[in-house]
């Protein structure tokens, strides 16, 4: 798909300095900028590439003054970097809006969907699935029975969204997503060996939510796993059975959240963090990566280590650890000193 420089400007609410018929059909970071392809210019640091990029068009701040020839067509706004995040959504909006049924795909006779569907080759859309408007589906994903999608939801290839999830509007579901599995439920028996727990509940994800690639998220044993509005997870993360994670909390890669654990508002959890079950982690909380949490934390504690302690806490032991060697040694110095006197 080619864009003129002046369709861009139309977009972007920019002034033109140069050829406005030049097309570009890709975008370029500007030091790897080549013919045909969009860029910008925000960073001072990167300036020295305005001179020398082959992008045919850039983005740039009004207040950009060259000072060398530029072969480029420029487009000045007011924040370049703000008007290239716009065009990268825009971008993405008109790459990934697919309408239609493709075949070879199945849809049960009790299903309902609303308006724009688009439904990729090889998908399968259980009894009573419910999809509400603009929603896409990419090939390859499972939708199972009784699963409600809200409107302007996406789900990508691969997919697996078992019977009774429900997803709210504007969702992003990504590839190898597996939302609603068994969770991890078994009682010992006397022999050694252990008996499933039939997990009976859902998930729920509320509105704004993404999920990245290759996360699951797995159903309640009993009531909802619950992942409340405009959470954002990243790829590969383990969200057990009766789990929920308040609004706006974002996590991650490689974290796990073990079952029953209350995870509260506007938290930010780094990556590879692991949390124990049934504990409570209260609202704004920041917990650095690699951590271990098998305790109830407050509203507002930043938290490191393992097992987590205050942030501070953890400053203040690291640097006694890293001394431990001369430590050591003073203290076997002291004692030959003593053992001699």
Request: hydrophobic letters at 35%; aromatic letters at 8%; proline letters at 3%.
């Given at each position: 798909?080619?864009?003129?420089a002046q369709q861009?400007?139309g977009?972007?609410e920019?002034?033109?300095?140069?050829?406005p018929?030049?097309?570009?059909?890709k975008?370029?970071?500007?030091?790897?900028?080549?013919?045909?392809?969009l860029?910008?210019?925000s960073?001072?640091?990167y300036?020295q590439y305005?001179?020398?990029t082959k992008a045919?068009?850039a983005?740039?701040?009004?207040?950009f003054?060259p000072e060398?020839?530029?072969?480029?067509?420029?487009i000045k706004?007011?924040?370049a970097?703000?008007?290239?995040?716009?065009?990268?959504?825009?971008?993405?909006m008109?790459?990934?809006?697919k309408?239609?049924?493709?075949?070879?795909?199945?849809i049960?006779d009790?299903?309902?969907?609303g308006d724009?569907?688009?439904?990729?080759a090889f998908?399968y859309?259980?009894?009573?699935?419910?999809i509400?408007?603009?929603?896409?589906?990419f090939p390859?994903?499972?939708?199972?029975?009784?699963?409600v999608?809200?409107?302007n939801s996406i789900?990508?290839?691969?997919?697996?969204?078992y019977?009774?999830t429900?997803i709210?509007?504007?969702?992003?579901i990504?590839?190898g997503v597996?939302i609603g599995?068994?969770g991890f439920?078994?009682?010992?028996?006397?022999?050694g060996?252990?008996?499933?727990?039939?997990?009976?509940g859902?998930?729920?994800l509320?509105?704004?939510?993404?999920?990245?690639?290759g996360?699951?998220?797995?159903?309640?044993?009993?009531?909802?796993?619950?992942?409340?509005?405009g959470?954002?997870l990243?790829?590969q993360?383990?969200?057990?059975h009766?789990?929920?994670?308040?609004?706006n909390?974002?996590?991650a890669?490689q974290?796990?959240?073990?079952?029953?654990t209350?995870v509260?508002?506007?938290?930010?959890?780094?990556?590879?963090?692991?949390?124990a079950?049934h504990?409570?982690?209260g609202n704004?909380?920041?917990?650095?990566?690699?951590?271990?949490?098998?305790?109830?934390?407050?509203?507002?504690?930043?938290?490191?280590?393992?097992?987590?302690l205050?942030?501070?806490?953890?400053?203040k032991?690291?640097v006694?650890?890293?001394n431990?060697?001369?430590i050591?040694?003073?203290?076997?110095?002291l004692e030959k000193?003593?053992?001699n006197?």
């Amino acid at each position: 798909m080619k864009f003129t420089a002046q369709q861009i400007a139309g977009i972007l609410e920019g002034d033109i300095v140069g050829n406005p018929n030049v097309e570009v059909s890709k975008l370029s970071k500007i030091e790897e900028g080549t013919q045909g392809s969009l860029t910008f210019l925000s960073n001072p640091k990167y300036t020295q590439y305005i001179y020398s990029t082959k992008a045919s068009v850039a983005i740039v701040n009004k207040s950009f003054v060259p000072e060398n020839e530029i072969d480029t067509t420029l487009i000045k706004v007011e924040d370049a970097y703000a008007a290239f995040t716009k065009l990268l959504e825009y971008y993405n909006m008109v790459k990934l809006n697919k309408t239609g049924i493709e075949q070879p795909s199945f849809i049960s006779d009790s299903a309902k969907y609303g308006d724009n569907l688009y439904l990729g080759a090889f998908s399968y859309l259980g009894d009573n699935v419910n999809i509400g408007n603009n929603v896409k589906i990419f090939p390859n994903v499972h939708i199972g029975d009784n699963v409600v999608i809200g409107e302007n939801s996406i789900v990508f290839s691969g997919a697996k969204i078992y019977s009774d999830t429900i997803i709210g509007d504007s969702c992003v579901i990504n590839s190898g997503v597996i939302i609603g599995a068994d969770g991890f439920g078994f009682a010992p028996n006397q022999d050694g060996s252990y008996k499933k727990i039939p997990q009976i509940g859902n998930v729920v994800l509320e509105d704004h939510v993404d999920i990245g690639a290759g996360t699951t998220i797995d159903r309640a044993t009993m009531g909802s796993t619950v992942i409340r509005k405009g959470v954002k997870l990243d790829n590969q993360i383990q969200i057990a059975h009766n789990v929920e994670i308040g609004k706006n909390t974002v996590i991650a890669a490689q974290t796990g959240i073990a079952g029953s654990t209350k995870v509260g508002e506007n938290c930010m959890i780094g990556g590879q963090v692991g949390i124990a079950g049934h504990i409570t982690i209260g609202n704004n909380v920041k917990i650095q990566a690699q951590s271990g949490i098998a305790r109830n934390v407050k509203d507002d504690e930043v938290l490191q280590g393992s097992p987590a302690l205050p942030i501070k806490d953890y400053n203040k032991s690291y640097v006694h650890f890293k001394n431990l060697p001369k430590i050591v040694k003073n203290i076997n110095d002291l004692e030959k000193i003593n053992g001699n006197s």
